[in-house]
T-cell receptor, first 112, second 114 residues
Framework: KNQVEQSPQSLIILEGKNCTLQCNYTVSPFSNLRWYKQDTGRGPVSLTIMTFSENTKSNGRYTATLDADTKQSSLHITASQLSDSASYICVVSADSWGKLQFGAGTQVVVTP | DVKVTQSSRYLVKRTGEKVFLECVQDMDHENMFWYRQDPGLGLRLIYFSYDVKMKEKGDIPEGYSVSREKKERFSLILESASTNQTSMYLC?????????????FGQGTRLTVV
Protein backbone atom coordinates (compact mmCIF):
# COMPACT_ATOMS: atom_id res chain seq x y z
CA LYS A 1 0.00 0.00 0.00
CA ASN A 2 1.30 3.43 -0.91
CA GLN A 3 2.35 5.37 2.16
CA VAL A 4 1.47 8.67 0.49
CA GLU A 5 -2.10 9.12 -0.76
CA GLN A 6 -3.23 12.13 -2.78
CA SER A 7 -6.68 13.42 -3.64
CA PRO A 8 -8.33 14.16 -5.89
CA GLN A 9 -6.76 12.13 -8.65
CA SER A 10 -7.54 14.93 -11.08
CA LEU A 11 -9.42 18.18 -11.24
CA ILE A 12 -10.42 20.82 -13.75
CA ILE A 13 -10.64 24.45 -12.70
CA LEU A 14 -11.36 27.73 -14.45
CA GLU A 15 -8.56 30.20 -14.91
CA GLY A 16 -8.48 32.65 -12.02
CA LYS A 17 -10.10 30.29 -9.52
CA ASN A 18 -8.47 28.75 -6.45
CA CYS A 19 -8.06 25.07 -5.68
CA THR A 20 -6.72 22.86 -2.91
CA LEU A 21 -5.00 19.51 -3.25
CA GLN A 22 -4.75 17.01 -0.41
CA CYS A 23 -2.03 14.64 0.75
CA ASN A 24 -2.26 12.06 3.54
CA TYR A 25 0.74 10.03 4.56
CA THR A 26 1.64 7.17 6.87
CA VAL A 27 5.41 7.40 6.42
CA SER A 28 7.16 7.14 9.77
CA PRO A 29 9.42 8.47 11.07
CA PHE A 30 8.89 11.74 9.29
CA SER A 31 11.64 14.07 8.17
CA ASN A 32 10.07 16.44 5.67
CA LEU A 33 7.27 16.83 3.14
CA ARG A 34 7.66 18.28 -0.32
CA TRP A 35 5.34 19.32 -3.09
CA TYR A 36 6.58 19.01 -6.65
CA LYS A 37 5.10 20.28 -9.91
CA GLN A 38 5.56 18.11 -12.98
CA ASP A 39 4.72 19.48 -16.40
CA THR A 40 3.84 16.93 -19.06
CA GLY A 41 6.95 15.23 -20.42
CA ARG A 42 9.30 16.88 -17.92
CA GLY A 43 10.89 16.02 -14.60
CA PRO A 44 9.36 17.19 -11.30
CA VAL A 45 10.37 20.59 -9.95
CA SER A 46 10.24 21.41 -6.25
CA LEU A 47 7.64 23.93 -5.03
CA THR A 48 7.98 23.71 -1.23
CA ILE A 49 9.77 21.71 1.45
CA MET A 50 8.48 21.60 5.05
CA THR A 51 9.84 19.93 8.16
CA PHE A 52 7.60 18.72 10.99
CA SER A 53 8.01 22.04 12.81
CA GLU A 54 6.65 24.09 9.92
CA ASN A 55 2.91 24.25 9.29
CA THR A 56 2.80 26.55 6.29
CA LYS A 57 5.07 27.62 3.49
CA SER A 58 4.41 29.74 0.42
CA ASN A 59 6.01 29.98 -2.99
CA GLY A 60 4.28 32.69 -4.97
CA ARG A 61 0.69 31.61 -5.61
CA TYR A 62 1.35 28.19 -4.06
CA THR A 63 0.80 27.71 -0.33
CA ALA A 64 1.45 24.41 1.39
CA THR A 65 0.23 23.46 4.84
CA LEU A 66 1.29 20.61 7.06
CA ASP A 67 -0.34 19.01 10.09
CA ALA A 68 2.23 16.52 11.38
CA ASP A 69 -0.16 15.29 14.07
CA THR A 70 -2.81 14.14 11.60
CA LYS A 71 -0.23 13.45 8.89
CA GLN A 72 -1.99 15.63 6.37
CA SER A 73 -0.79 18.27 3.97
CA SER A 74 -2.49 20.48 1.43
CA LEU A 75 -1.36 22.58 -1.49
CA HIS A 76 -3.45 25.64 -2.27
CA ILE A 77 -3.20 27.33 -5.66
CA THR A 78 -4.45 30.91 -5.72
CA ALA A 79 -5.75 32.67 -8.82
CA SER A 80 -4.88 29.77 -11.10
CA GLN A 81 -3.21 30.36 -14.45
CA LEU A 82 -3.09 28.22 -17.56
CA SER A 83 0.55 27.46 -16.76
CA ASP A 84 -0.55 25.78 -13.54
CA SER A 85 -1.83 22.85 -15.60
CA ALA A 86 0.43 20.02 -14.43
CA SER A 87 0.67 17.07 -12.09
CA TYR A 88 1.30 17.97 -8.45
CA ILE A 89 3.13 15.37 -6.44
CA CYS A 90 3.34 15.06 -2.68
CA VAL A 91 6.62 13.55 -1.49
CA VAL A 92 7.52 12.48 2.04
CA SER A 93 11.01 11.79 3.34
CA ALA A 94 11.37 9.43 6.26
CA ASP A 95 15.03 9.97 6.95
CA SER A 96 17.86 12.39 6.48
CA TRP A 97 19.46 10.38 3.69
CA GLY A 98 17.13 11.72 1.06
CA LYS A 99 15.08 8.61 0.32
CA LEU A 100 11.66 9.79 -0.81
CA GLN A 101 8.16 8.29 -0.86
CA PHE A 102 6.01 9.64 -3.68
CA GLY A 103 2.29 10.05 -4.01
CA ALA A 104 0.66 9.23 -7.35
CA GLY A 105 0.00 12.90 -8.01
CA THR A 106 -3.04 15.10 -8.73
CA GLN A 107 -3.49 16.11 -12.34
CA VAL A 108 -4.67 19.73 -12.52
CA VAL A 109 -6.11 21.18 -15.71
CA VAL A 110 -6.76 24.92 -15.84
CA THR A 111 -9.18 25.97 -18.57
CA PRO A 112 -9.73 29.46 -20.01
CA ASP B 1 21.70 26.83 -12.92
CA VAL B 2 21.67 23.35 -11.46
CA LYS B 3 21.29 20.53 -13.89
CA VAL B 4 20.56 16.84 -14.06
CA THR B 5 20.86 15.58 -17.60
CA GLN B 6 19.54 12.30 -18.94
CA SER B 7 21.11 11.14 -22.17
CA SER B 8 17.90 10.43 -24.08
CA ARG B 9 14.34 11.80 -23.99
CA TYR B 10 12.89 8.90 -25.95
CA LEU B 11 14.13 5.37 -26.57
CA VAL B 12 12.63 2.39 -28.38
CA LYS B 13 14.28 -0.96 -27.77
CA ARG B 14 13.51 -4.56 -28.63
CA THR B 15 12.73 -7.27 -26.10
CA GLY B 16 15.93 -8.90 -24.89
CA GLU B 17 18.20 -5.98 -25.71
CA LYS B 18 20.61 -4.59 -23.13
CA VAL B 19 19.68 -0.97 -22.44
CA PHE B 20 21.76 1.75 -20.84
CA LEU B 21 20.20 4.92 -19.43
CA GLU B 22 22.73 7.58 -18.49
CA CYS B 23 22.38 10.40 -15.99
CA VAL B 24 24.87 13.18 -15.27
CA GLN B 25 24.63 15.91 -12.62
CA ASP B 26 26.80 19.00 -12.28
CA MET B 27 26.07 19.88 -8.66
CA ASP B 28 28.65 17.64 -6.94
CA HIS B 29 25.81 15.80 -5.19
CA GLU B 30 26.55 12.60 -3.33
CA ASN B 31 23.08 11.05 -3.69
CA MET B 32 21.76 9.89 -7.03
CA PHE B 33 18.54 8.02 -7.70
CA TRP B 34 16.75 6.17 -10.48
CA TYR B 35 12.95 6.05 -10.47
CA ARG B 36 10.33 4.78 -12.85
CA GLN B 37 7.02 6.55 -13.20
CA ASP B 38 3.87 4.78 -14.31
CA PRO B 39 0.32 6.19 -14.48
CA GLY B 40 -1.51 5.92 -11.17
CA LEU B 41 1.52 4.55 -9.35
CA GLY B 42 3.68 7.61 -8.86
CA LEU B 43 7.45 7.42 -8.81
CA ARG B 44 8.96 4.19 -7.56
CA LEU B 45 12.61 3.91 -6.53
CA ILE B 46 14.68 1.41 -8.48
CA TYR B 47 18.18 2.01 -7.11
CA PHE B 48 20.05 4.76 -5.37
CA SER B 49 23.67 5.56 -4.70
CA TYR B 50 25.18 7.70 -1.98
CA ASP B 51 28.78 7.53 -3.15
CA VAL B 52 30.96 6.40 -6.01
CA LYS B 53 30.79 2.62 -6.46
CA MET B 54 28.10 2.41 -3.75
CA LYS B 55 24.57 1.32 -4.58
CA GLU B 56 21.46 0.33 -2.69
CA LYS B 57 18.36 -1.41 -3.94
CA GLY B 58 15.17 0.56 -3.92
CA ASP B 59 11.64 -0.76 -3.97
CA ILE B 60 11.66 -2.38 -7.43
CA PRO B 61 15.23 -3.40 -8.38
CA GLU B 62 14.34 -6.63 -10.19
CA GLY B 63 15.46 -6.62 -13.81
CA TYR B 64 17.73 -3.60 -13.31
CA SER B 65 21.31 -2.91 -12.31
CA VAL B 66 23.25 0.32 -11.85
CA SER B 67 26.76 1.64 -12.13
CA ARG B 68 28.40 4.64 -10.50
CA GLU B 69 32.04 4.85 -11.49
CA LYS B 70 32.22 8.64 -11.17
CA LYS B 71 30.46 10.95 -8.73
CA GLU B 72 28.63 12.87 -11.44
CA ARG B 73 27.36 9.89 -13.44
CA PHE B 74 24.81 7.24 -12.53
CA SER B 75 23.80 4.65 -15.09
CA LEU B 76 20.75 2.40 -15.11
CA ILE B 77 21.09 -0.88 -16.96
CA LEU B 78 18.34 -3.15 -18.19
CA GLU B 79 20.18 -6.43 -18.74
CA SER B 80 17.47 -7.92 -20.95
CA ALA B 81 14.67 -5.49 -21.68
CA SER B 82 11.10 -6.70 -21.36
CA THR B 83 7.82 -5.09 -22.36
CA ASN B 84 6.86 -4.53 -18.71
CA GLN B 85 9.82 -2.19 -18.43
CA THR B 86 8.15 0.24 -20.80
CA SER B 87 7.93 3.36 -18.63
CA MET B 88 9.17 6.87 -17.92
CA TYR B 89 12.52 6.76 -16.13
CA LEU B 90 13.63 9.68 -13.99
CA CYS B 91 17.03 10.35 -12.51
CA UNK B 92 17.50 12.61 -9.50
CA UNK B 93 20.32 13.87 -7.31
CA UNK B 94 20.62 15.48 -3.90
CA UNK B 95 23.18 16.23 -1.25
CA UNK B 96 24.08 13.47 1.20
CA UNK B 97 22.16 13.66 4.48
CA UNK B 98 19.24 15.02 2.48
CA UNK B 99 17.28 16.56 5.33
CA UNK B 100 15.48 19.41 3.67
CA UNK B 101 17.92 19.49 0.79
CA UNK B 102 16.09 19.65 -2.47
CA UNK B 103 16.22 16.75 -4.91
CA UNK B 104 16.71 17.78 -8.53
CA PHE B 105 15.29 15.72 -11.35
CA GLY B 106 16.29 15.16 -14.93
CA GLN B 107 13.88 15.55 -17.83
CA GLY B 108 13.08 11.87 -17.94
CA THR B 109 13.58 9.14 -20.53
CA ARG B 110 10.50 7.56 -22.00
CA LEU B 111 11.47 3.99 -22.82
CA THR B 112 9.33 1.77 -25.00
CA VAL B 113 10.22 -1.92 -25.25
CA VAL B 114 8.65 -3.67 -28.22
Amino acid sequence: KNQVEQSPQSLIILEGKNCTLQCNYTVSPFSNLRWYKQDTGRGPVSLTIMTFSENTKSNGRYTATLDADTKQSSLHITASQLSDSASYICVVSADSWGKLQFGAGTQVVVTP
Amino acid sequence: DVKVTQSSRYLVKRTGEKVFLECVQDMDHENMFWYRQDPGLGLRLIYFSYDVKMKEKGDIPEGYSVSREKKERFSLILESASTNQTSMYLCASSLLKGGTTEAFFGQGTRLTVV
